[in-house]
């Protein structure tokens, strides 16, 4: 049984930090790009990076130079380290798994996590 738990998520001032994470548990990991998502209230949920198993990554222009995703293969684990964060990036995140290849496509990600809460205050 395939499983994708996020953490990380919280309350933070705009212009902070934080890093999310999303362990994987029953699914070959190495065999499978990974990726984040977030919806905001009201809103669809949106693309918002990808990496393969061999860090090949793909960001949305919304997060690009301030969003970076990284992956510790041996540790089945996917991360989110999220600097200069804005209001607008207030959502529930989630992590997603695919074989192979980046996508940005939310139809393309067979397995997803439950979601973490992110709240950016102005």
């Known amino acids: 049984q395939v499983q994708l738990v996020e953490s990380g998520g919280g309350l933070v001032q705009a212009g902070g930090s934080l890093r999310l994470s999303c362990a994987a548990s029953?699914?070959?990991?190495?065999?499978?790009?990974m990726g984040w998502f977030r919806q905001a209230p009201g809103k669809d949920r949106e693309f918002v990076a990808a990496i393969t198993w061999s860090s090949r990554i793909d960001y949305s222009d919304s997060v690009k130079s301030r969003f970076t995703i990284s992956r510790d293969n041996a540790k089945n684990t996917v991360f989110l380290q999220m600097n200069s964060l804005k209001p607008e990036d207030t959502a529930v995140y989630y992590c997603?798994?695919?074989?192979?290849?980046?996508?940005?496509?939310?139809?393309?990600?067979?397995?997803w996590g439950q979601g973490t809460q992110v709240t950016v205050s102005s």
């Open positions: 997603a798994a695919r074989l192979r290849l980046v996508t940005t496509k939310e139809a393309d990600y067979g397995f």
């Open positions: 029953g699914l070959a990991f190495n065999n499978y790009a």
